[in-house]
């Protein structure tokens, strides 16, 4: 049951994007030849006025085919036709509508939480062994963590999981004062937590009731959380801390979503945390396709600075068809990574 709702939470998503791309084309007078949801054969198709409609068989995927994208076009109304300007809106409007969508979703999860946890110590547990004007105090704000700010309990948990060799550099407003703790040891040990032996770190953050007010904040730190995660993915693969096997396509994600709501308590709380990986790969889906990838609408709007440049440069206008070339280069480059990814997600859930 949760692989046919992560299928159909995934065709969510991508319908999204693909319908920002399709609403920002068709409201600046672009013609779009196909809409489509899916990859693959055709299922069901439907021809509009000039444009086809279609639901494709693969569930991972979707285009929006506008006229002159990847190729010459005689037509006024083609993409390579238009203003810099509006093919940028164009090219932007997927990612932002996955953003919008997602802020959304996650105003709505939000809206439902009976307590938020901050970042200000209430307590530590019986044997804390970091106690003390050198440590940590009750009363103690931890605002940064590994030179990342820390806005609520959950910032913290997230930023524990990059810690190395359980020390990191804390950064706590005490008596307002800020206090550095450089190398600070942070481990797991055993505490006694309602009557039973439990791993935790001895922490106790303070707990408050939300207004409305501070459910929209939450929110709002919430997709900021969701960017700075990905960021910090990033990075590992840039340093080598992460690999390319480490990557995930629509299948490992599917996956992903399938184990969220199998390892749920119930039927509610797994739909809950799917639609909450939901916002996240949306918001996933919206930066990285913005990034400056080739064959991402990211990398399209920087050769689209690129070629203004040299045009102004030599003074004339760049034949169309060059950008087509790189567009479609790029994107067997890309589509073979994404073939890649796949397998590799395959393999991964065969060996899991």
């Not at 970091?130 to 959950?154: A, C, V, W």
């Not at 440069?313 to 068809?321: A, F, H, S």
Request: proline share 3%; aromatic share 10%; with cysteine.
């Amino acid at each position: 049951m949760y692989i046919v709702v992560a299928i159909i939470a995934f065709g969510i998503l991508i319908a999204i994007h693909e319908t920002g791309h399709f609403s920002a084309a068709k409201l600046l007078g672009v013609k779009v030849n196909e809409f489509a949801i899916g990859m693959g054969p055709k299922i069901l198709k439907k021809q509009g006025k000039e444009t086809l409609y279609s639901l494709r068989a693969l569930p991972f995927g979707g285009f929006c085919a506008m006229e002159g994208e990847n190729e010459s076009s005689e037509d006024a109304r083609s993409f390579t036709a238009q203003k810099r300007w509006r093919r940028v809106i164009i090219l932007a409007a997927g990612g932002i509508a996955n953003l919008i969508a997602c802020f959304i979703i996650v105003v709505i999860l939000a809206s439902q939480a009976q307590v938020l946890a901050g970042t200000t110590l209430t307590g530590l547990m019986d044997g804390f062994p970091n106690e003390g004007p050198q440590g940590l105090m009750t009363g103690d704000t931890i605002i940064s963590f590994n030179g990342e700010r820390i806005y609520y309990k959950e910032d913290f948990s997230m930023f524990l999981q990059f810690m190395k060799d359980g020390q990191a550099d804390i950064v706590v407003r005490r008596n307002g004062e800020k206090i550095k703790l450089d190398r600070f040891t942070l481990e797991e040990r055993e505490y006694m937590v309602d009557g039973e032996m439990q791993l935790k770190y001895g922490l106790i953050f303070n707990v408050f009731e939300p207004n409305a007010w501070d459910k929209l904040k939450y929110s709002g730190y919430m997709m900021m959380n969701f960017v700075r995660l990905i960021r910090v993915s990033i990075a590992q693969l840039v340093t080598g801390a992460a690999g390319i096997r480490d990557l995930s396509g629509p299948v490992g994600i599917v996956d992903a979503m399938n184990n969220i709501g199998r390892d749920s308590r119930s039927v509610g709380e797994a739909i809950w945390n799917i639609v909450y990986f939901m916002a996240f790969i949306g918001v996933n889906l919206a930066i990285v396709n913005l990034l400056p990838i080739p064959a991402m609408d990211g990398g399209r709007i920087l050769f689209l600075f690129i070629t203004w440049a040299i045009e102004r440069i030599i003074r004339r206008r760049l034949d169309p068809k060059y950008e087509g070339y790189i567009n479609t280069t790029a994107l067997v480059m890309l589509m073979g990574l994404m073939v890649f990814i796949l397998v590799n997600d395959v393999v991964k859930i065969i060996n899991h």
